[in-house]
Each structure stands twice: as structure tokens, then as C-alpha cells.
């Protein structure tokens, strides 16, 4: 069974700051992981989608890798503003489901301090 | 603005009440998605519809009956439900859904309905 984890489960930085968000899970065989976002109470909004034949995702401050082999990727935001602050969500989709199934961690919770 | 919209945004409902949630998606996807997110536990995928049909139940108990009359459209029905039912339930859409298509297939989604059953 596919089991998603992210370290660490809250960081707090003050603004400026480069960081860097680690997620691992225990099956490769994936189709691709996904980066989202959350502000509280409220839905997700997807950051980054990495294929599993891809090494690397980049969006403006945000970059995300994928190892894998090694069951791991990172999420590094560069110069991290105030308005990062949020919930950081990994998903995986395992291989061999047709529909699209998304395999969760629980999350970090980042706050970036003026 | 994701493009997926759900409503209401906030629900109070006693344990012997029946109500609906409903989320409708304006991206011409073909696939519709329930997840179910407790305090400090990973969302949980609960019910998934490709291309109206359900094709996904994840043990999901049957006080909760979903329904998709049309690929825009999703409902969660509720009924007799549980103080330990209260959640953010999350519809989310995609394009794809077909076995064997692993494409472009980004998960939107939307903000949620905050549910308390009392």
C-alpha cells in the first residue's frame, strides 16, 4: 500500500529565506507526484505536476524535483515571501489505476514571517 | 479561481438531517472526485466518476451516496451521519479518467464544503 510522508510537518522562516520541502513515498511505481497548496480552510491549488519520466518542475519561485528510484522529491521556494505561507500538500499517483487515484501526505505547514 | 466551484462553502447538520453537497466543474473535464479531509489526516479519496459512471468507492460508508448526472456536475447526498463525519469535503476534476491514459491529468480543485454534524 502506497504511503506518502512530508518532513517537516511545520516550519517556520523568516521572509527571504530559501527552502526546501521533502516528501517521500514507499512505492516507485508511480505514475507522477503532484505539488499542491492549501490556505486554511480552503481547497487545494496545484503547484507543480511532475511525470515520472520527468526529473524536475519549475514555476517562477518554485521548483520540484523527483527521485524516483529513491521514493523522494523536494519542493524548493526561493526567496520565500509572507504570502507563501501556507499548507504544502504531496500527492502520488500510483501506477497500474486507470482513474486517477492521488495518494496524499499530511501535509507541511510553512509560515514565512515578515 | 480553479474552476471548480462547490456549495454550500459551510454546512451545520444534525445526525437525523438528509442534505446535499454539490460541486460543478467549467473545464470540460470528463472526471469528478470526492475526498474527504479530516484534522491531521491525509486527504482521503472517497468516490471517483469517469465519464458519469462511478468507477471508484473507497469503502465509503453508506450514509454517503454520490451522484453525477452529467459530467459537470457532482453530488454527495447525506444522510443520518456522524459527529465524526465533520470534514472538508473536497470535489476535484480532471481530464482523462480513461484505463490505460496516464496524460496530461491534473487534479483541480475546489474550495470545499465545511461540514460540523452535531
Known amino acids: 500500500k502506497q504511503e506518502v510522508t512530508q518532513i517537516p510537518a511545520a516550519l517556520s522562516v523568516p521572509e527571504g529565506e530559501n527552502l526546501v520541502l521533502n516528501c517521500s513515498f514507499t512505492d516507485s511505481a508511480i505514475y507522477n507526484l503532484q505539488w499542491f497548496r492549501q490556505d486554511p480552510g480552503k481547497g487545494l491549488t496545484s503547484l507543480l505536476l511532475i511525470q515520472s519520466s520527468q526529473r524536475e518542475q519549475t514555476s517562477g519561485r518554485l521548483n520540484a524535483s523527483l527521485d524516483k528510484s529513491s521514493g523522494r522529491s523536494t519542493l524548493y521556494i526561493a526567496a520565500s515571501q509572507p504570502g507563501d505561507s501556507a499548507t504544502y500538500l504531496c500527492?502520488?499517483?500510483?501506477?497500474?489505476?486507470?482513474?486517477?487515484?492521488?495518494?496524499f501526505g499530511t501535509g507541511t505547514r510553512l509560515l514565512v514571517s515578515p | 479561481e480553479t474552476g471548480v466551484t462547490q456549495t454550500p462553502r459551510h454546512l451545520v447538520m444534525g445526525m437525523t438531517n438528509k442534505k446535499s453537497l454539490k460541486c460543478e466543474q467549467h473545464l470540460g473535464h470528463n472526471a469528478m472526485y470526492w475526498y474527504k479531509q479530516s484534522a491531521k489526516k491525509p486527504l482521503e479519496l472517497m468516490f471517483v466518476?469517469?465519464?458519469?459512471?462511478?468507477?471508484e468507492n473507497n469503502s465509503v460508508p453508506s450514509r454517503f451516496s454520490p451522484e453525477c448526472p452529467n459530467s459537470s456536475h457532482l453530488f454527495l447526498h447525506l444522510h443520518t451521519l456522524q459527529p465524526e463525519d465533520s470534514a472538508l469535503y473536497l470535489c476535484?476534476?480532471?481530464?482523462?479518467?480513461?484505463?490505460?491514459?496516464?496524460?496530461?491529468?491534473?487534479?483541480?480543485f475546489g474550495p470545499g464544503t465545511r461540514l460540523t454534524v452535531l
Open positions: 500527492a502520488v499517483r500510483p501506477s497500474g489505476t486507470g482513474f486517477q487515484k492521488l495518494v
Open positions: 466518476y469517469s465519464l458519469e459512471e462511478r468507477v
Open positions: 476535484a476534476s480532471s481530464k482523462g479518467g480513461l484505463a490505460g491514459v496516464p496524460s496530461y491529468n491534473e487534479q483541480f
